[in-house]
């Protein structure tokens, strides 16, 4: 590996982080497309020089760029995201039908093996493919034609479609999440769909166990173990040993089980990494201390990493798109918060340096280790 | 030639400065220029009007000759001094957020 990329998206542009593989010394490129909200940035794992970046506005809409030389031109490329079908209706805050409406893309995931082939989530919830470059986009309709569809309903930031993960090992499965209506995984690529939602608990909702209706926040695995899933629920961290069959909660000794983002140490399949947070009426850290829990054994046992991040009058939170880890030996691990800081660590989690301090609110992070 | 001035965004997106100069055949209105500008700039579908529906965005406004036509019949004529050329057809982005 020569290096490591940052893709981060923000309220107000892309930035490019750049270092070489020691990765303490790091170029700041950006911002990209300055004045409009990205949410997300990505890259594929077959050609790292391909990046997806979600642009969007109030005002405009959604763009899509797609970048061929790993971010130093971009070119948009198809945004027509259209709900095939009949577009039916889900449930809206207040509990009455509203039709789905097209509001922006949450999230992109290339595919495994193809630069052409990238998976896009969106609000209001539905997973698009594109296996043209990002020139026409389908929509995979059986997710949002579910039986359940019509029980879904938006969390605080909107019915978005925010976590997609492929399979590496059977192709053909995919797990995404929504909020608010929970996980779900397709072994047919994408034409029928599962909720897998049981063992999840959410106190939020009239039926504390239903199969439908839950705030996932984000699922994370790691690729040698892809029956395993963990994720950060509204409240509640949870992993799952069968594919979503079963869920069981790990917050163990967490100060706090609300959060947003879970990662998967790369080379432990083991470790795994949250950032929790107060609550959901508050949005910032515990106890003014910006921390990062790892545990080492799946779960239950956690311990705080405090070294090099800020431990009094800290109120920031860290979305769920907004932590990643990298290849490298020692793993990477980064994340952005809504403060603007960009932190990573180069052992593990052991220490942190702010990367960038002040850029604008960070709503995602990824990494490409180089080639 | 219809003269257009794009909004500083749309602008960047469309990677053009200045004004944008239209050739719209037979009598020029709102959907025929706009039809000339997504053409001629394919990126900007969306941006201004819905895909699906041909509905202006909530959040951008049609001005021209000191005039909000906005909430026009997107098949009105455009006014003269438009459609000769003297005065541009803007696109803009309607003051919100602070």
Known sequence: MTGVRLLVGTRKGAFILTADGQRRDWQVDGPHFGGWEIYHVNGSPADPNRLWASQSSGWFGQVVQRSDDGGKSWEPVGNDFAYEGEVGEHLWYDGTPRPWEFKRIWHFEPSLDDPDTVYAGAEDAALYRSTDGGKTWNELIGLRTHESGPRWQPGAGGMCLHTIILDPVNRDRIFVAISAAGAFRSDDAGDTWLPINRGLRSGQIPDEDAEVGHCVHRLAMHPSRPDTLFMQKHWDVMRTDDAGGNWREISGNLPTDFGFPIAVHAHEPETVFVVPIKSDSEHYVHDGKLRVYRSRTGGDEWEALTNGLPQSNCYVNVLRDAMAVDRLEPCGIYFGTSGGQVYGSADGGDSWTAIVRDLPPVLSVEVQALP | ?98
Do not use: W
């Open chain 2, 1 to 98: 030639m219809i003269r257009v001035i794009l909004p500083a965004h749309l602008k960047n997106l469309a990677k053009v400065s200045g004004e944008i100069k239209l050739d719209v055949p037979e009598q020029p209105t709102q959907r025929l220029v706009l039809n000339a500008l997504e053409e001629q700039y394919p990126m900007l579908r969306g941006t201004i009007r819905d895909r699906q529906s041909g509905q202006r965005r909530a959040f951008i406004r049609f001005y021209a000759c000191e005039e909000d036509l906005s909430n026009e019949s997107p098949d009105e004529p455009l006014p003269d001094q438009v459609i000769a050329g003297k005065e541009p057809f803007l696109i803009v982005g309607a003051m919100a957020g602070g």
